[in-house]
């Protein structure tokens, strides 16, 4: 983890003090809306019980058909064009047959509507004046006052005005005969009929007969009639508290009667505005329902709330108004009477108190607390960020300090290292850094000269050795014959001076070479050719080995020194060609980079061993076999060499063992020389 991130972590643990005040916001916002919830419901059982008491809410039953109130005119032909705006509260025709059909019932001052619409895909069709009309699908229609009831045969072999037949004897009250429009297509059969405004009905009853299914064909069971009512709704009026919405419901959910009015715009009589709410509603609001489903104009509300008040048990519940930002608490309890639950009463009430208290003890505590963390944060976060800032700074100096093989690049001599001014723990830490930095560089530029130096100071003792031997010689040599058993002694003594020449030789050449190698000047060539050049001279000194040259197929322009890349793989090959066994092979390829290009020369042979694989490319090193004695010692400045006219390039040499493991591959990684500008 860095070191911002650390810093970070212990600023966000101060959060502790907010985040607890915040609880305890969040635990008082419940208790005020526990209070307030039981306060709503305890006016809700008290409008209960004397709605109960006056019997405004009369029994309904088990199940009733509920009567919409239709809000356009409705146009009997069969149609479901003038119901569209009620069909989504359409009402399941059960039957004991198990056909599948919905009824809409709507009242106006023309009188009682009702649609049915019944799923039939194969049709058994009969009028019914037909002596075969109940085997064939049909309707039964049921009505009912306080005579008694009839039923009515609904029935047609095509579409058009049907007239319902009598089933029962007549009944006082109820017509003898009922016109109705059918209409059918190949999902099924629908009826329209209208009764009249004046019929008195006490029940009614729909059944749906398809011959398909089989069943009872008369069953039509009668319900009563369910609608809305003024008067309930204006004795509701007077009996619910102030600024509460008050509904009166069925079991089933269906709306009876209805007062008052929910006023949930945001600033509205105390009302918490947008922000207020939104910081309520996010922060110390527990759960809110949808508030979907709980819109205000519907017929019938189908909620888990009404659902419990029905079976007994007084509910509530806090939903989202319909405005936005709005909060409003919902009671449902049941309404009872002599052990029977006739209706339930919903009260809802916009919520004022405890979103403002709520908010003013919360906004205080936030304020207050985020301001002083945002504060405590940035400050954190601008130390750990300038700190880690310095301590990259002092990082990439010291990466940059040193090239790939380890030596320095003079960066601390010619610069001052950054921070070293700085008064401060890091100014410490650059100041040692740049000590350390400047006695390796003068350690370093020591052993990069000591072969030179060496070199020169050699020679003298060296021709002192040489010419003593000589001298020796030739005195032996006047006096007397040299003795048999010198001679072995004098021989390795030559030998050994002789040896001793070439590696100081060696060093002043490798010193000569390095001032070469950077006097080289650059010219433009197409490298391709440069490398088909030296592998085309490379097959006829490998002898019985296979030579490959992998080449790109299209030309490859370089500024470079062509000589130096030459005599770079004239080293990589030579070193190749050693540890390559006569029937081995060698891969010479060449390829673009984005920067400049790659060369590599693979050969099969034994792996390069681990520990030195990062001196390689180090003067005076080699892997070769010790010469026996009289053999020109390998001096180990081949790979060097190559190093040296990489770096002059740009670029880097390094080896690698192959991942078969069947041999090693050297590799010269070359960028574009600088071009020279003419004075």
């Not at 002596?131 to 306080?146: G, M, Q, V």
Request: glycine share 8%; hydrophobic share 45%; with cysteine.
């Amino acid at each position: 983890m860095t070191l911002r991130r650390k810093l970070l972590l212990v600023a966000l643990c101060t959060l502790a003090l907010p985040v607890a005040g915040w609880q305890y916001a969040r635990q008082m916002e419940s208790l005020l809306r526990e209070g307030q919830a039981q306060a709503l419901l305890a006016s809700a059982r008290a409008v209960a019980r004397s709605l109960a008491v006056t019997g405004a809410v009369q029994a309904q039953g088990d199940a009733g058909w509920y009567v919409q109130t239709a809000v356009n005119p409705i146009t009997v032909d069969g149609y479901a064009d003038d119901w569209a705006p009620l069909t989504p509260w359409r009402q399941s025709l059960g039957s004991a047959q198990g056909a599948e059909g919905s009824l809409l019932l709507a009242r106006d001052g023309d009188g009682l509507y009702l649609y049915a619409q019944v799923s039939d895909t194969r049709r058994t069709r009969a009028d019914a004046g037909d002596a075969n009309a109940l085997t064939a699908d049909h309707l039964i229609l049921a009505l009912a006052n306080e005579a008694g009831q009839q039923r009515y045969l609904l029935a047609s072999a095509a579409p058009g005005v049907v007239v319902a037949q009598l089933l029962d004897p007549p009944v006082p009250g109820l017509p003898d005969q009922l016109a109705a429009q059918w209409q059918e297509d190949g999902s099924g059969f629908r009826v329209e009929l209208r009764l009249p405004a004046t019929l008195p009905l006490r029940g009614l009853g729909v059944g749906a007969y398809v011959a398909a299914l089989g069943g009872d064909r008369m069953a039509a069971p009668v319900r009563p009639l369910l609608g809305y009512s003024e008067a309930l709704s204006a004795e509701l009026a007077q009996l619910a508290p102030d600024r509460v919405q008050a509904r009166v419901l069925a079991p089933g959910g269906w709306l009876l009667a209805r007062s008052g009015g929910l006023n949930t715009r945001p600033g509205v009589d105390a009302q918490p505005g947008w922000f207020a709410a939104l910081v309520y509603r996010s922060l110390l609001a527990a759960r809110l329902e949808d508030a979907d489903l709980w819109s205000q104009d519907v017929p019938r509300l189908a909620t888990g709330e009404v659902a419990t008040a029905a079976s007994g048990h007084p509910a509530s519940v806090w939903r989202a108004g319909e405005e936005r930002g709005s909060v409003v608490l919902s009671a449902a309890v049941p309404i009872v009477r002599d052990g029977r639950i006739d209706g339930v009463l919903l009260l809802e009430q916009a919520s004022r108190a405890v979103p403002l208290l709520a908010n003013r003890a919360l906004l205080g505590l936030l304020l207050t607390s985020v301001g002083v963390l945002l504060l405590a944060g940035a400050i954190l976060l601008a130390f750990a960020t300038r700190l880690s800032v310095r301590l990259a700074r002092l990082r990439n100096a010291a990466e940059r300090a040193q090239l790939n093989d380890g030596r320095l690049d003079g960066q601390t001599q010619r610069t001052t290292f950054p921070m070293s001014d700085a008064s401060d723990e890091i100014g410490d830490l650059a100041r040692s850094f740049e000590k350390l930095f400047d006695v390796v560089g003068g350690y370093t530029d020591y052993l990069r000269t000591l072969a030179s130096k060496l070199s020169h100071e050699l020679n003298t003792p060296l021709a002192i050795v040489k010419s003593s031997l000589d001298n020796l010689e030739h005195a032996l040599q006047q006096q007397a014959q040299l003795p048999t058993e010198a001679q072995p002694y004098l021989a390795r003594a030559r030998d050994g001076v002789a040896r001793l020449g070439a590696l100081v030789r060696a060093m002043g050449e490798a010193s000569r070479m390095e001032r070469a190698i950077a006097a080289a000047e650059a010219e433009d060539v197409d490298l391709r050719d440069v490398v088909r050049g030296c592998a085309d001279a490379y097959r006829a000194l490998a002898g019985t080995r296979r030579l490959d040259c992998v080449l790109p197929e299209l030309p490859l322009p370089m500024h470079c020194a062509p000589e130096l890349i030459a005599q770079a793989l004239d080293k990589l090959f030579d070193n190749a060609l050693s540890f390559t066994p006569a029937d081995g092979w060698l891969r010479l390829s060449l390829r673009p980079l984005d920067d400049g290009a790659e060369i590599e020369l693979a050969n099969q042979g034994a792996p390069l061993p681990a520990a030195m694989q990062g001196r390689l490319f180090d003067s005076l090193v080699s892997l070769r076999d010790k010469a026996v004695p009289g053999d020109a010692p390998h001096l180990g400045l081949g790979l060097y060499v190559v190093r040296l006219v990489a770096e002059r390039h740009g670029g880097s040499a390094s080896a690698r063992n192959l991942d078969d493991g069947s041999g090693v591959a050297f590799s010269l990684r070359l960028r574009h020389m600088p071009r020279q500008r003419l004075a």
